[in-house]
């Protein structure tokens, strides 16, 4: 009863701000999250993501999508915070999901990596993946987890909101606090 309360409130809480960096707002997970991610198929030639990779090993993961705007300006955010963490084990994977709109999703996706150039690995999602980080209903919406597989931030675009991605600054507080740099 304790659990069902303590997760009513992270949902109850999730509703009331647009971006969450405090742990307590972010929902417990009954498995680690982070490692679901492993071994899905690369986006058209992307980074892959092993069991190995990110093991043992602070994670961001984003879901996006190749017509989302907010979704390229993250993108330019997450390649600079590669770019200053490259040298520490920070991990970030983008997860693909509602791609399939029109005939165009190839043609779309290709442009997109073309303009954005992912410095991480980008991966394609499923409704599987979604549920398992908690039923992803909106993008972008990014998870940071610590070393051990813990929920420690979350960003998700809610509809209507004029914020619509994670700033650098969120992100690069969060991947500090990650990697136990704070």
Same mark, same amino acid.
């Given at each position: 009863m304790q659990s069902m309360s303590n997760r009513f409130l992270a949902i109850l809480l999730s509703l009331l701000v647009n971006c969450t960096t405090v742990s307590a707002d972010v929902p417990d997970f009954d498995h680690d999250a982070r490692l679901a991610v492993a071994n899905l198929t690369p986006v058209q030639g992307a980074k892959a993501v092993t069991i190995e990779s990110i093991? !043992? +090993?602070?994670?961001?993961?984003?879901?996006?999508?190749?017509?989302?705007?907010?979704?390229?300006?993250?993108?330019?955010?997450? !390649? +600079?915070?590669?770019?200053?963490?490259?040298?520490?084990?920070?991990?970030?994977?983008?997860?693909?999901?509602?791609e399939t709109w029109d005939d165009n999703d190839e043609a779309r996706m290709q442009k997109f990596l073309e303009t954005t150039q992912p410095a991480f690995a980008a991966v394609t999602g499923s409704e599987k993946i979604r549920e398992m980080f908690g039923g992803i209903d909106r993008i972008p919406t990014v998870y940071g987890f610590d070393r051990l597989g813990n929920p420690g931030y979350r960003f998700i675009h809610k509809r209507g909101a004029q914020k619509t991605n994670a700033t650098f600054d969120e992100l690069d507080q969060a991947a500090r606090k990650l990697l136990g740099l704070n």
């Open positions: 093991s !043992n +090993k602070p994670v961001l993961v984003t879901f996006f999508a190749s017509w989302c705007p907010p979704c390229l300006e993250e993108f330019s955010h997450l !390649n +600079k915070l590669a770019q200053k963490y490259q040298a520490t084990d920070l991990r970030i994977v983008a997860i693909n999901v509602y």
